[in-house]
Every structure is written in C-alpha cells, then in structure tokens.
C-alpha cells in the first residue's frame, strides 16, 4: 500500500528460506543441510512521517529492525559468553543460524542520496559497518537425525566390542 514515504511500500520484512538436504544412499549415511536465506528488510520509518493509519505496524518494523541491529551489535562485539537476544523478535529467530556466524552472509544495503533521507542514510552504513565485523566460521551442517542413528549404531558396535573383550579376558584368566 502507500505510505507517506513510499507510494509502493508493502511495510513488511519478506523472507524466502530456501533448505537443501543431500545424503548418500548408503545406510547410516550423513545427511547435509544447507539453508539459503534471502531478506528484504523494511526500512524503518518515523510515525509521523509514515501517517497515522501506519502507526501500529511502523512499530512493529521498528522494534524488528532495532532487535536485529542489537543483535548484529552484540555479534560485531568481541566478548566471549554475551548473551545474544535472538528471540526478542521473530525476524532474529528465523534468521539465528545466519547471524550465528555459522554460515556465509552477503548484505546489501541500500541508501538515499537525498538530504532528507540522511538520518536513514547513516544509520544504515552504521549497520551494514557492524555486520562487516561479524566473523564467520562456516561449518558443515548435518542432520540431527541422522548423527543419532550414525551415533547409536556406533554405541552397538562398541557394546559388542566390550563384551567380546571381556569373554575373551575371562578365557584367559586362570
């Protein structure tokens, strides 16, 4: 719909979560997931500005867009053990194993060069400064499933390996 800011707004986050599994034919094979995460944030607006019928769901935007700001902040931190609110909103939570730093992220940003667009402007090339420093350490991601059956196949084996181990000790003790 229209807002005062944009004639073409839809006022809303979209996110399209593309999730890719593979795993090999074999029994008690490791199954690999892969997530793709496609974001189209909303811009934050002033209620003022984006009119008075807007005001709840200008709010809504808002607390999603600083909640994420927050916890990019505290992901860009060096501190070790800090606690990182990703459920104090619903866009963080979806987007958890992203920010993490556990996966590959490519932010683009984009920005007005009007002057009365500068306050937007700048808070946004602060955000996208922040997220810069996010370290990532992207792994391999594999079923959770699939490890438990792997690991309780492996507890078996090891179950008879112990019994076996302890017949044949017990053959040869005098």
Do not use: W
């Amino acid at each position: 719909g229209r807002t005062n800011y944009n004639e073409a707004s839809s006022r809303s986050h979209t996110v399209f979560r593309l999730v890719v599994e593979s795993a090999e034919k074999k029994e008690n094979a490791r199954s690999r997931r892969s997530c793709l995460n496609i974001v189209d944030l909303a811009g934050s607006e002033n209620a003022v500005k984006a009119g008075q019928s807007r005001i709840k769901e200008t709010g809504y935007i808002n607390k999603s867009l600083l909640t994420l700001g927050h916890v990019i902040m505290k992901l860009s931190e060096k501190r070790k053990n800090s606690h990182i609110p990703y459920r104090n909103s619903k866009l963080t939570r979806i987007l958890q194993s992203s920010l993490s730093g556990q996966a590959a992220v490519a932010i683009v940003c984009c920005i007005s060069p009007s002057s009365k667009n500068l306050e937007e402007t700048i808070s946004t090339l602060k955000f996208a400064s922040r997220a810069k420093k996010i370290k990532a350490s992207v792994k391999v991601n594999y079923d959770e499933q699939t490890l438990l059956k792997q690991y309780r196949g492996e507890i078996e084996r090891l179950k008879k390996e112990v019994a076996e181990l302890r017949a044949r000790a017990e053959k040869e003790q005098p």
